[in-house]
């Protein structure tokens, strides 16, 4: 084979979604040319042998014995929060002809943070019923973190409600209370989520949480006598 031509290129790492799942990056990189008298061997059960040396990441479930390499780029975030800082990651392709022939490629894979949302983990309440009557409460606490360990701003609402909201004590806070209107005429429900914040992505929120009021108004009875 030719003599292999080095190549950089910069990519973004893969980042988590709201649900904190891992949106993977994936790259592909795979040789572009052989010598002539190789390219009828292209093939990875002809006489061309491919090995890719990889330093920087985990190799494990990559077959490093074919032709063309497909691979996760890693997500910056370290296990106590924050994004480390990853050396670059370095991919050489070594191929072999059937005359012994080697010729060598490296690709050098940099990697640029992206600044990942928060993900909501937890939205409990207490009571854990979510039916009570009017006048009663329902108090709703929101767990969330953020892969940067950013500050967090929490908003509490009701879906379609107004954006200042008397029923709730607070709607800015990790932690709130949702009081019942009293004077209801039907059973009424409320869905209410929390958007979170780090300043930087646009605010998360959550699933709806449906609390039902109960109406204790009892409807007039007409009777006629005949």
Known sequence: PNAGVDSTQTVLESEYDAAGGLVPNEITLAPVDFAAGDLDDFTPNGDLAFQWLVTGMDTSGLDLNQPS????????????????DLAPLSFTLVVTDKHDGVSSSTHTVNITANNDAPIITALTTVPAVLTVAEGGFIDLTATAVDPEN???????????????????????????????????????DYAIVVQVSDGVNPPVES????????????????????
């Open 150 to 188: 950013q500050a967090l701003t929490y908003q509490w609402q009701v879906v379609g409600g107004a954006a200042n909201d008397d029923r709730f004590t607070t709607q800015t806070g990790t932690s709130t209370r949702f009081t019942v209107p009293s004077g209801l005429f039907a059973d009424t």
């Open 207 to 226: 699933a709806p949480i449906t609390i039902t009021g109960q109406t204790s108004y009892i409807a007039p009875a007409v009777a006629l006598e005949v």
């Open 69 to 84: 390499l497909t691979f996760t780029v890693p997500n910056l975030v370290s296990s106590t929060g924050g994004d480390q």
